[in-house]
């Protein structure tokens, strides 16, 4: 690949006005806390916001001899046990040793006077992040953007494959139940963020209950693998030196792990729609489609699914709550953010989805 390497890094916005961050006091704050990472002679800070994400905040923190990345929740009404800083900051902590492209997290600060929430702070991944479409001086082969598919899938065989144990995260396990913990949580934050213009989903709800696996093993999981939570290399775009947004990292069922994956997967063949709301470049010529990904993930592992029916579902009616849970926050007038304006739709389409999946 023949390009300028600056040209297809991911790049940041100037900051939303009613999302902007008190500079002084954020600034005294870093210098006090990460002084062998900040000093006065690091100069001012710049700061400038990543868009791309539709729940927590993002932002791109810049000295002259350093960049750092803060993350903090949205303001507004949150899901109960949402936007975690401290947990998402702990379980980076903690997994860092074990997978290395998990981010190096630097400070984190309960104190909300200093920024008005809580947050946390991390050192910069600097690469190609893909997001609705690849840069567009970035052109891949087909070979390149299969080869990319399957490093993203044994990425995220390598995470499922860490020892929970060694790792000191096997605490988070909250013993038996966790399909049905999960099946039960997301029914239930989908009643609470329903508002009038979204379809009913009584019978999905039903069917996910009446169908998940009695059997499940534990790992350690992202639940929100997608291209655009990759960081690529500029300099080989099929090699991942980065993995972000672990806010719903846990552990769980591997197998719920890539069916979420999965919800976010829009292929060539899929209709007008799906191709419209498309948040990565999953569709790019030489891309693998969902049932390749699938074969290639049990090829990987030695799993043997004989339905993946209930993992896609469920994937599809989570993305499907998240997003009504996002504009909850925009119809109730928490967040003006135009991107979340017509998230009803969406809604609408993805239960319409699961509606036909479970009919296939």
Not at 202 to 223: D, L, S, V
Not at 300 to 317: H, I, M, R
């Amino acid at each position: 690949m023949s390009v300028d390497a600056n040209s297809v890094l991911d790049q940041s916005s100037p900051v939303r006005t009613e999302e902007s961050l008190p500079i002084e006091s954020l600034d005294a704050w870093l210098k006090a806390e990460l002084p062998e990472v900040v000093s006065e002679s690091s100069g001012d800070l710049a700061i400038t916001q990543y868009t791309g994400g539709a729940s927590n905040w993002t932002y791109r923190l810049d000295y002259r001899d350093i960049t750092l990345v803060l993350r903090r929740p949205p303001d507004g009404t949150k899901a109960k046990s949402a936007h975690d800083m401290g947990r998402e900051y702990r379980f980076q902590k903690a997994l860092k040793p074990h997978f290395p492209e998990v981010p190096e997290v630097l400070a984190h600060c309960k104190d909300e006077s200093v920024i008005g929430a809580e947050f946390y702070v991390m050192r910069h991944v600097e690469g190609i992040i893909p997001r609705r479409h690849f840069p567009r001086q970035l052109e891949l082969s087909e070979p390149q953007a299969r080869q990319l598919c399957l490093n993203a899938i044994d990425r995220l065989v390598a995470l499922h494959n860490v020892d929970i144990n060694e790792s000191g995260l096997k605490r988070l396990a909250k013993g038996k139940g966790y399909t049905q913990r999960q099946v039960e949580g997301w029914c239930n934050r989908f009643e609470r963020a329903k508002t009038w213009n979204v379809f009913g989903a009584k019978g999905i709800m039903r069917w996910i209950r009446e169908n998940q696996p009695n059997e499940e093993t534990i790992c350690m999981t992202h639940n929100d693998f997608r291209l655009d939570n990759l960081v690529l290399d500029a300099d080989d775009p099929t090699h991942i030196i980065g993995i972000l947004d672990w806010e719903l990292a846990t552990l769980g069922n591997p197998l719920m792990d890539l069916g979420n994956a999965l919800a976010y997967w829009i292929q060539s063949d899929d209709d007008k729609i799906a191709r419209a709301t498309k948040r990565q470049p999953s569709d790019y010529p030489g891309m693998l489609n969902r049932a390749e990904i699938i074969a290639y993930y049990c090829q990987q592992t030695g799993v043997a699914v004989a339905d993946f029916k209930f993992y896609e579902v469920f994937g599809l009616f989570r993305l499907a709550v998240i997003a009504q849970q996002i504009y909850y926050r925009y119809h109730h007038k928490q967040t003006n953010n135009p991107a979340f304006k017509n998230f009803w739709f969406l809604v609408n389409y993805l239960l319409w989805r699961c509606r036909r999946k479970i009919k296939q």
